[in-house]
Nanobody, 121 residues
Framework: QVQLEESGGGSVQSGGSLRVSCAGSEYTACMAWVRQAPGKKREVVAYIDLYGRTTYRDAVLGRFTISRDNPENTLYLHMKRLNPEDTAMYYC??????????????????WGQGIQVTVSS
């Protein structure tokens, strides 16, 4: 069973930057970052396939960058110009096979425990 573990979260002021990382126990073809703010539904932030092709939700486009290091089974999310609306638990997620063709797809097979990102005004 694939295990995912996030790291690198924390608290920053509005306009700041953070990078969150996800270490996978083994390779998966599609990896994603999903976040959930208190009282809100989970939403996919971005995903990346085995070829490095990326997809972002509109709210983070131009500010966040998803990347992966395949030999290390590691996923990254570089977050810039953070705002309080970005405050959430950020989860690493993965699935075998191709990535979905829908940013709203949430049926990933593997999930990390999540890491908190807090952005203050």
């Amino acid at each position: 069973q694939v295990q995912l573990e996030e790291s690198g979260g924390g608290s920053v002021q509005s306009g700041g930057s953070l990078r969150v990382s996800c270490a996978g126990s083994e390779y998966t073809a599609c990896m994603a970052w999903v976040r959930q703010a208190p009282g809100k539904k989970r939403e996919v932030v971005a995903y990346i396939d085995l070829y490095g092709r990326t997809t972002y939700r509109d709210a983070v486009l131009g500010r966040f960058t998803i990347s992966r290091d395949n030999p290390e089974n590691t996923l990254y999310l570089h977050m810039k110009r953070l705002n309080p609306e970005d405050t959430a638990m950020y989860y690493c997620a993965a699935k075998e096979g191709s990535c979905p063709y829908d940013i709203h797809y949430l049926q990933y097979s593997y999930w990390g425990q999540g890491i908190q990102v807090t952005v203050s005004s």
